[in-house]
């Protein structure tokens, strides 16, 4: 399939660049599939189009202050993204990407303040280096002093973080740190509707994915078969497993919050055969053509062209009707990608 089957023009405008006054305040595109019918309403309204036994299904990933600005060793400037880290005696390892201008060598030392400082231990190709980070006191706590929230690269303002992105690029329930970007379908949960779906007779459920860098990377490829995931690693505790099983079998709808959590969901289905506790690394690619075994309904917000959230989407609602739904949206103005608007598709 073409990837120009999943290009569309938004206005620079509609790009938020920061997140709405209050996270249920964001407005709600609704997707009938069965009838083509588009609603518009407010997230906060969400009970609504909900029935009591759904289960809504959330990624309760932590995002971590993974970008560090720093000076290489020539005074020139650096800034690392950290993606995983391992633990080896008392050494502090990370794979992070690093952006410095030209590769920095192996065996330099780059500099971040406060004493921290990190040695280049191995190139690894497509811009990722193995980092050694040498510190006083404890790391968490260093990093998160002089760490900032990852924002993705669309989200252009003066300062590139502020402080109310510590808050508010974070789901209310994000539980679990190792994520560098944010399952942001959730950002427009509160408790206050929580409670009001809870009182609807409506279920939750939580699973981890650590969101990776692949969820900004477009697909390049012309032909989208040709597009590869990077893996993320994932957990689904028995807990949701049970939950989940119990609503299938009763003819429940199954409502995934955000792509990252019907990665999880589908991947699970399909390694074995159905949900249950399972742990490892996701590398599902779900596009046009492929079946969904778990989930019945979907949360999300409007994503970027030619990625592969929007692929995702184009599968399970359809390619016609989601860009019609864009369209509108468009029209509207609603508010697109991470801080914007959100699409409840059923």
């Known amino acids: 399939m073409d990837l120009k ?4 023009v938004l206005p620079e405008a509609l790009i938020a660049a920061y997140p709405s006054r ?20 407010v997230f906060s ?22 970008r560090l ?13 950290l993606l995983e880290r391992f633990i080896e005696g008392s050494r502090n390892l990370w794979i992070a990407l690093v952006d410095a ?51 993705p690269p669309y989200v252009r303002r003066d300062r590139e973080a502020e402080a109310l992105d510590r808050a508010r690029y974070q789901t209310v329930y994000a539980v679990n740190p190792g994520a560098v970007a944010a399952p942001t379908a959730g950002f ?30 477009p697909v390049r490829d012309a032909d989208i078969e040709n597009h590869r995931m990077e893996g993320e690693r994932y957990r689904l505790n028995s807990q949701a497993a049970e939950k989940i099983n119990r609503a299938k079998l009763a003819g429940r709808r199954v409502i995934a919050v955000g792509s990252t959590s019907t990665r999880t969901l589908e991947w699970v289905a399909r390694q074995r055969g159905r949900i249950m506790t399972d742990e490892g690394i996701a590398r599902l690619y779900l596009r046009p053509g492929d079946k969904f075994y778990v989930v019945d309904a979907l949360v999300t917000n409007f994503h970027l062209p030619a990625s592969t959230p929007l692929i995702l989407v184009g599968a399970f609602a359809g390619l016609d009707l989601i860009r019609r739904a864009y369209r509108e949206a468009i029209e509207r103005k609603y508010r697109f990608y991470s801080y914007g608007d959100a699409m409840l598709i059923l």
């Open 101 to 151: 201008g030209k590769k920095p060598p192996v065996g330099s030392e780059l500099r971040f303040g406060d004493g921290m400082t990190a040695e280049v231990i191995g190139d690894m190709g497509r811009g990722r280096f193995g980092l050694e980070f040498n510190y006083n006191g404890d790391f968490n706590t260093q990093l998160e002093k002089l760490g900032e929230p990852p924002l």
């Open 69 to 81: 600005r720093g000076m290489k060793p020539s005074g020139g400037q650096v800034e690392v993204l």
């Open 45 to 66: 309204a969400l009970g609504e189009f909900l029935d009591a036994g759904d289960v809504l299904v959330l990624n309760d990933t932590k995002v971590f202050p993974a």
């Open 22 to 41: 209050e996270r249920a305040a964001s407005r709600l595109l609704v997707i009938r599939r069965r009838t083509g019918e588009i609603i518009h309403s």
């Open 188 to 217: 427009h949960f509160t408790p206050e509707l929580f409670a009001d779906l809870a009182a609807r007779g409506v279920e939750r459920a939580q699973l981890t994915l650590h969101v990776g860098p692949g969820t900004f990377q």
């Open 5 to 8: 089957e999943f290009d569309y």
